[in-house]
T-cell receptor, first 112, second 116 residues
């Protein structure tokens, strides 16, 4: 089945710096790659997603890039702010295309 | 106006007890899911239902039994609770089985289960 690896597990940056989180997936048929942000005591919330027919997608300070050949995708956050501090998860569809399989999460800390 | 709501938010109980967690979504979605998040924050799919029919049943002990009385509700009943069942359980929904950009996955805020 699909396997999603995520790195790093923790990331500390200074306010204003950029943050990059990387994920790899195993199933070459996967075609949908969302990123979720989970704040303390809340459920994960979708922040950006990308289809496999697109190489990059941007939404203000966040962007996602996809390399289908290498089977990896990355989340880029520019001009980080303290409110960006949270756990971030990447995900890909399982082999049957019926559920999301998540990476193990990255705890991002942005210090001011 | 909460889209996916779960009750209770916290549940503390003793080993051997039976407990239920309820979930409701008001998004008009056909598909609902249960995910388990362990102490290391790892999110793992447990079950999904599409229009009241079970479509995913991962390797979960049969002490866990989901029930979907209608497509807006998916409850989770757990028998004979064990220490290892302590986790945060998240309900989620999407329009169709398998989230897409047009039908992303929406999560509830979780139920923290503590078994003592």
């Amino acid at each position: 089945g699909e396997n999603v690896e995520q790195h790093p597990s923790t990331l500390s940056v200074q306010e204003g710096d950029s943050a990059v989180i990387k994920c790899t997936y195993s199933d070459s048929a996967s075609n949908y790659f969302p990123w979720y942000k989970q704040e303390l005591g809340k459920g994960p919330q979708l922040i950006i997603d990308i289809r496999s027919n697109v190489g990059e997608k941007k939404d203000q300070r966040i962007a996602v890039t996809l390399n289908k050949t290498a089977k990896h995708f990355s989340l880029h956050i520019t001009e980080t702010q303290p409110e960006d501090s949270a756990v971030y998860f990447c995900a890909a569809l399982n082999q049957a295309g019926t559920a999301l399989i998540f990476g193990k999460g990255t705890t991002l800390s942005v210090s001011s | 106006d909460t889209a996916v709501s779960q009750t209770p938010k916290y549940l503390v109980t003793q080993m051997g007890n039976d407990k239920s967690i309820k979930c409701e979504q008001n998004l008009g979605h056909d598909t609902m899911y249960w995910y388990k998040q362990d102490s290391k924050k790892f999110l793992k799919i447990m079950f999904s239902y599409n229009n009241k029919e079970l479509i995913i049943n991962e390797t979960v002990p049969n002490r866990f039994s989901p029930k979907s009385p209608d497509k807006a509700h998916l409850n989770l009943h757990i028998n004979s609770l064990e220490l290892g069942d302590s986790a945060v359980y998240f309900c989620a929904s999407s329009q169709h089985p398998g989230p897409t950009p047009n039908s992303p996955l929406h999560f509830g805020n979780g139920t923290r289960l503590t078994v003592t």
